[in-house]
C-alpha cells in the first residue's frame, strides 16, 4: 500500500520537541519529505533519527523565528528550493508562557502571548498560500487549542480564537482552489517536561496554584477524565493533513476527549 504522505512535501513549525518532533517523526514514517522548523537548535537532532530511509535526503532542518514574517517568508522558499513544491503546512508554534487570571497579566505579557500563539499561524499561512494555490493543491493544518474556553489563559484563548477563526476564514477563500485548511483543538496532553522551557522564569507558589487550576478545569471538561497522549492529538493532525481529509476544509476539531473548547 502507498504511504499516506508519499513524496509529498511537508513544513512543520515548532518541530524541536512534543507535538511538533511527533509530527515529522510521523510523516517521514509515512513517505513524506519533511522540512522542520524551529527556533531551538534542537531541531538538529531530528537528523540522528535511525529508522528513517534515506533521511539525509526526506529531512531539511531550518531555523527560524515564526513570530516573524521574514522567517517564514524564508522557510517556505526554502522548502520549495529544495524539493520544489510545498503540499502540507502544519502551523505548531504556540503555546501558553504565562497561566494566571487575567487581571495579572502585564500588559507586554498579553503582547507576547499573541505575538506567540497567533502571529507564527498568520505568517506562515500568508507565506504558503501563494505556492499552493499556484500548485492547485495543499493542505494546512493550524494547530489551536481547547483553551478558546478556559480559565486563567485569556491571552492565550484569544490567540488560539483566532486561529480558528483564521482557519475558517481562508477555507472561505480556498476551498474552491484546491487548499484545504483545517485545524485541531488540542485538549490537555501529557508530555515530557520541556527541555527549552516557555516561561525560564521559576513559578511562586501562588503561579503553580494557577496552574493547578488549569489541570483540575480540563481533566473535569474531559469525558474521558483524563490528558490525552502526544499521538493522539499527532493522529487529529495527519488525518486532517491527508487524502483521507479531502472532502474536510474549514473544520476545527476537538481533541479533548470529548471536551469541545
Known amino acids: 500500500m502507498t504511504p499516506r504522505f508519499d513524496k509529498q512535501v511537508a513544513v512543520v513549525t515548532g518541530a524541536a520537541q512534543g507535538i511538533g518532533r511527533r509530527v515529522v517523526e510521523r510523516l517521514l514514517g509515512e513517505g513524506a ?3 522542520a522548523v524551529d527556533r ?6 531530528l537528523h540522528a533519527l535511525t529508522d528513517v530511509p534515506d533521511l539525509s535526503q526526506r529531512l531539511l532542518t531550518l531555523a527560524g523565528d515564526m513570530e516573524q514574517q ?13 524539493f520544489g513544491r510545498l503540499d502540507v503546512l502544519v502551523n505548531n ?7 494566571k487570571p487575567f487581571e495579572h497579566y502585564q500588559p507586554h505579557e498579553i503582547e507576547a502571548e499573541v ?36 480559565i486563567n489563559r485569556v491571552p492565550y484563548g484569544a490567540a488560539k480564537g483566532g486561529v480558528n477563526a483564521l482557519t475558517a476564514c481562508l477555507a472561505f477563500e480556498t476551498g474552491e482552489r484546491g487548499v484545504r485548511v483545517n ?18 522564569a521559576a513559578q511562586s507558589e501562588q503561579e503553580k496554584a494557577w496552574y493547578q487550576q488549569i489541570v483540575d478545569q480540563t481533566v473535569r471538561s474531559s ?4 490528558y490525552g497522549t502526544i499521538d493522539e492529538q499527532v493522529g487529529a493532525i495527519l488525518f486532517l493533513a491527508s487524502p483521507d481529509a479531502s472532502y474536510i476544509t474549514g473544520v476545527t476539531l476537538p481533541v479533548g476527549g470529548g471536551d469541545l473548547g
Do not use: Y
Not at 122 to 149: D, F, K, Y
Open 93 to 99: 508554534v504556540g503555546g501558553t508562557i504565562w497561566a
Open 223 to 226: 469525558l474521558m477524565k483524563r
Open 33 to 35: 519529505l519533511v522540512v
Open 115 to 150: 505575538r506567540r500563539s497567533l502571529f507564527p499561524t498568520l505568517w506562515c499561512c500568508h507565506a504558503a498560500l501563494p505556492i499552493m494555490l499556484e500548485q492547485g493543491q495543499g493542505a494546512i493544518v493550524n494547530v489551536s487549542s481547547i483553551a478558546t474556553r478556559a
Open 70 to 82: 521574514p522567517d517564514c517568508a524564508r522557510v517556505m522558499a526554502e522548502a520549495v528550493r529544495r
Open 183 to 200: 485545524a485541531i483543538a488540542t485538549g490537555g496532553t501529557e508530555a515530557p517536561p520541556r527541555r527549552i522551557p516557555r516561561n525560564a
Open 40 to 45: 531551538s537548535a534542537l531541531v538538529e537532532e
